[in-house]
């Protein structure tokens, strides 16, 4: 009889489709294999976007997305869960009930909103139903600071921001500084209603397409892989950086994070 390989585990994410390859599940399956880990990918939504910005999309029944999960769970054991691109109400309240029935599985929020290039992402209604049915069931918050705004609209400073977030019930809130008027990029890390660390980064010249796809992806995997959310939330980071420091431009818009630059790295024309 076959038996399942334990050191492999598996991640299942819920995201939409970028056709350009540079975001949502294709950017998440190539850092979570990056993690180590295997992906069971459920496509929330079909978008038509390219490296420069999002035209249309379209959510996918949620009767069938969880359906899709709930197959795929009853044949696999998952370690972690993994949200991105959640276009409409319905999708949000399906999930919910799903996660319901798994507590002990960490998940990690990227709370996609709007697209890099500035095109929204889901329906007016989604915001609210995030915050009131998927934040108390978030391990890990992984928002940029406009999105950090847009979820906690009263705040009048991204720390008053997080405090609302873990307010809400999330366990670890972690804002990404790329869109701040800053020298540096400095990503905050707050839990317990504290600010726990903040980590400064050099600012690159670029904009990146899929870059916060790829650190809340990488906290996923590891965390499935058994690590500590403090570590696992540090380590993202530093393959994160990497991602974009050997990230290439593929089309007229932004630059796509390298996500497999170590498998490049390691290629020295031996057989």
Known sequence: MNQQDASIPAVMVFSGVDPSGGAGLIADVEALASMGCHVAPLVTALTVQNTSDVFRYEPVDSMLLIEQARTVLEDIPIKAFKIGMLA???TVEVLHTLLSDYPEIPLVYD????AGGGGELSDSGVVDAISSLLLPQTTVLTPNSEEARQLAPQADT?????????SSGCEYVLITGTHEQTAQVENSLYGNFRR???WTWQRLPDSFHG???????AITGLLAQGLEPFTAINEAQE???ETLQNAYRIGMGQLIPNRMFWARDNQDGSD
Do not use: K
């Open 88 to 90: 409409d109400t319905g």
């Open 111 to 114: 709370p996609v909103l709007r």
């Open 196 to 198: 726990l660390d903040t």
């Open 158 to 166: 991204l720390d008053a921001c997080a405090q609302e977030l873990l």
């Open 211 to 217: 870059s916060g796809c790829t650190l809340a992806a």
């Open 239 to 241: 393959y994160t950086w």
